[in-house]
């Protein structure tokens, strides 16, 4: 089992809360505004989800199965929606792309914008998570060696196989809740929360432990990422 040396896939999902009225959500409804977001990224889907009261924080309208096209490159954009106070992007490849389309979207908003004072599109707070798929020189389970989980895993082992049928039991996945605390006041008084967030690695699925393929998720920029991917696959090489 070796290890790949990069990601086979990579997807960046990118969230910027912005100030209350700053995208302009009515405007990027309208048919004429959405079909040139629709035209701009080649998206093939929209989902309007209107909220009875205007500027509602429900109402989202999310554009899916786009793309993004950069010296003869094409990335993926699997969703970007629009809510009341957040611009929510994911992309098939790093933050610096993630990035860049933003930057598109901006320019495209101001482009579009009639209100009299056109904002910059500054957000207040904006986060990244990282997924990838990529192969380790050893199986999960190396994790776990040595450990009360071992042998709790040969215990259950024994309690769940049958008179007739045997049973395996196999790690598959690790997780890490991320909590944030201690809030910047800039976030607190424009009653920003952040949600918890996970570090999770998992059997790819569909494969066998053998394999090493597995799922890594991070709260990160995809540079970051490709870090723990090193951290990763130096841990048993």
């Known amino acids: 089992m070796k290890n790949s040396g990069s990601p086979s896939w990579m997807s960046v999902t990118q969230v910027r809360i912005f100030a209350p009225d700053e995208i302009p959500i009515s405007l990027i409804r309208t048919q004429g505004i959405t079909e040139s977001i629709r035209s701009r990224f080649q998206f093939r889907n929209v ?3 209107q909220a009875v009261v205007p500027n509602d924080p429900r109402t989202t309208i999310t554009f899916s199965a786009g793309q ?23 992309i098939e490849g790093t ?14 908003l ?24 990529i192969r380790l020189g050893f ?3 190396r994790f776990l060696e040595r450990s009360p989980l071992e042998e709790a895993s040969s215990t259950l082992e024994k309690w769940i196989a049958t008179s007739s049928i045997g049973a395996r ?6 997780r890490f809740r ?18 918890d967030k996970e570090v999770r690695i998992e059997m790819r699925l569909n494969t066998a432990p053998e394999d090493g393929v597995y799922f890594l998720q991070t709260p990160t920029s995809s540079d970051f ?3 723990i991917i090193e951290f990763l696959s130096s841990l048993y090489g």
């Open 139 to 141: 199986p999960i389970a």
């Open 47 to 49: 989902t309007d989800t």
């Open 95 to 108: 933050s610096e792309v993630a990035g860049t389309v933003f930057a598109s979207i901006v320019d495209l």
């Open 178 to 195: 991320v909590e944030y605390d201690q809030l910047p006041e800039e976030l607190r008084s424009r009653k920003i929360q952040l949600l």
């Open 110 to 133: 101001k482009t579009i914008d009639k209100r009299e004072s056109i904002p910059e599109y500054v957000p207040l707070f904006w986060s990244e998570e990282t997924s990838s798929v």
């Open 225 to 227: 990422h490709l870090e």
């Open 169 to 174: 039991i196999t790690p598959s996945a690790i």
């Open 68 to 90: 993004f096209e950069r010296e003869n490159e094409v990335f993926s954009i699997p969703s970007l929606s629009f809510e009341f106070r957040r611009i929510l992007l994911t």
